[in-house]
T-cell receptor
Framework: NAGVTQTPKFQVLKTGQSMTLQCAQD?????MSWYRQDPGMGLRLIHY???????DQGEVPNGYNVSRSTTEDFPLRLLSAAPSQTSVYFC???????????????????FGPGTRLTVL | GQNIDQPTEMTATEGAIVQINCTYQ??????LFWYQQHAGEAPTFLSY????GLEEKGRFSSFLSRSKGYSYLLLKELQMKDSASYLC??????????FGAGTRLFVKA
């Protein structure tokens, strides 16, 4: 199994450009997510998906779009890049399990190697 | 916003024991995760606690007290390769896992 893969590993964009970060997993996980990691701020959730055709916003969704047409793929689109989006982006996947009050939540997450994005 | 607190940095000596604390505030508690992240790499799963008490896994142990909103990660027989960031994470509002800012551990010879 390849686990979680991300492309590209490094990317430099100019302000206003758009691009798509790719993420794929081969573990048949229902749950997939995108995080950004900035110095001193830990991982912040951008968007997540609990299955094909289902996505929702995380803590910092502005400026990003996602879609989930298959179980395997979960691309992240930057619509018009800004310097504030300079960051390291991680994709993750997991099984989902039932928790308290009947709500599901993500189990142990498997992370991709990350994409280092610089916006000039 | 996030309600997970961890110390920013800690330093310990090779062979020693170190305890990394994490306090959190959440409703509908569904457990607490610890991840390890080496510089320039992705986080990797270390442990998951959902019940009170200590879970031991080799040199690493994790403790949880739900009534106090408190967890710690205990690393024994420290090795240089344990120098990394340790992230505490809590599932909140279902699928929105919230991460603490992480504790950078420096292990010195």
């Amino acid at each position: 199994n390849a686990g979680v893969t991300q492309t590209p590993k490094f990317q430099v964009l100019k302000t206003g450009q758009s691009m798509t970060l790719q993420c794929a997993q081969d573990m048949n996980h229902e749950y997939m997510s995108w995080y950004r990691q900035d110095p001193g701020m830990g991982l912040r959730l951008i968007h997540y998906s609990v299955g094909a055709g289902i996505t929702d916003q995380g803590e910092v969704p502005n400026g990003y779009n996602v879609s989930r047409s298959t179980t395997e793929d979960f691309p992240l689109r930057l619509l018009s890049a800004a310097p504030s989006q300079t960051s390291v982006y991680f994709c993750a996947s997991s099984y989902s399990i039932s928790g308290t009050e009947g709500l599901g939540f993500s189990n142990e997450q498997f992370f991709g190697p990350g994409t280092r994005l610089t916006v000039l | 916003g996030q309600n997970i607190d961890q110390p920013t940095e800690m330093t310990a000596t090779e062979g020693a024991i170190v305890q990394i604390n994490c306090t959190y505030q959440t409703s509908g508690f569904n457990g607490l995760f610890w991840y390890q992240q080496h510089a320039g790499e992705a986080p990797t799963f270390l442990s998951y606690n959902v019940l009170d008490g200590l879970e031991e896994k080799g040199r690493f142990s994790s403790f949880l007290s739900r009534s106090k909103g408190y967890s710690y990660l205990l690393l024994k027989e420290l090795q240089m390769k344990d120098s990394a960031s340790y992230l505490c994470a809590v599932p909140r509002d279902g699928f929105k896992t919230i991460f603490g800012a992480g504790t950078r551990l420096f292990v010195k010879a």
